[in-house]
């Protein structure tokens, strides 16, 4: 009788490589890509609402502030240098109209 077992051992390690060096690494950037596209539009929708609730000129503290803690609630965490470029990012795209 012939033992196969080599060889579906051989072709099951063949297919585990193909997994681990090729799909995992597609799926991790599709993925990457599409929280970036989220974190982009809760920070848009955090610095609308923020615009909203806090009228007048020179409450851009209270806004920042306002805006990390609603990233925060929705289970966002990023470093300080980030956030501010992706809230000055939202703030010129709304004062400029072209806020999605």
Same mark, same amino acid.
């Given at each position: $009788?012939? !033992? =196969?077992?080599?060889?579906?051992? /051989?072709?099951?390690g063949?297919?585990a490589a =193909?997994?681990? /060096?090729?799909?995992v690494?597609? =799926? #991790?950037?599709?993925?990457? +890509?599409?929280?970036?596209a989220?974190? !982009?539009d809760? %920070? #848009? =929708?955090? %610095?609308? +609402? +923020?615009?909203?609730?806090?009228?007048?000129?020179g409450?851009?503290?209270?806004?920042? /502030?306002? %805006?990390i803690?609603?990233?925060k #609630?929705?289970?966002?965490?990023l470093d !300080?240098?980030?956030?501010?470029?992706l809230?000055?990012? +939202? %703030?010129?795209? $709304? #004062?400029?109209?072209?806020?999605?």
């Amino acid at each position: $009788m012939f !033992d =196969i077992t080599p060889i579906i051992e /051989a072709i099951l390690g063949l297919l585990a490589a =193909i997994i681990t /060096a090729i799909i995992v690494p597609y =799926i #991790k950037s599709r993925t990457t +890509a599409e929280q970036q596209a989220q974190i !982009d539009d809760w %920070v #848009k =929708i955090g %610095v609308t +609402a +923020a615009e909203q609730v806090f009228t007048g000129a020179g409450r851009g503290d209270e806004k920042k /502030a306002y %805006v990390i803690d609603f990233l925060k #609630k929705h289970g966002y965490i990023l470093d !300080d240098e980030r956030i501010d470029a992706l809230i000055e990012s +939202a %703030v010129f795209e $709304m #004062k400029n109209g072209i806020l999605e």
